[in-house]
Nanobody, 122 residues
């Protein structure tokens, strides 16, 4: 299993920014983020192919969030701008043995995930 450690969560005001960082113990074929808000189901947020750097963001965060990587260090970032209260959630970094699906970020596509980092927007 890939070990994943997230950091960077916290509290932000509406319109503010946070950057999440995920350090993986080894390279995977797909890395991404999903979140789970209070009383909500898990929701995919973004994916990135570590080999090609091809990325995907779900519609609800497009234009506000960016996923990027430091490939040499197996690190993935989620830059979150223009945060809204509905972005409040536990954010999980996740990986898959398989290539990322095109135009999709489904939590069930991942094999391993981290412990999560809380993001609260008020």
């Amino acid at each position: 299993h890939v070990q994943l450690v997230e950091s960077g969560g916290g509290s932000a005001q509406t319109g503010g920014s946070l950057r999440l960082t995920c350090v993986a113990s080894q390279r995977a074929n797909c890395m991404g983020w999903f979140r789970q808000g209070p009383g909500k189901e898990r929701e995919g947020v973004a994916t990135i192919n570590p080999h090609s750097a091809t990325s995907y963001l779900v519609d609800s965060v497009k234009g506000r969030f960016t996923i990027s990587q430091n490939n040499a260090k197996n690190i993935v970032y989620l830059q979150m701008n223009s945060l809204q209260p509905e972005d409040t959630a536990m954010y999980y970094c996740a990986t898959s043995h398989w290539n990322c699906y095109e135009n999709r970020a489904d939590p069930t596509d991942f094999n391993d995930r981290g412990q999560g980092t809380q993001v609260t927007v008020s």
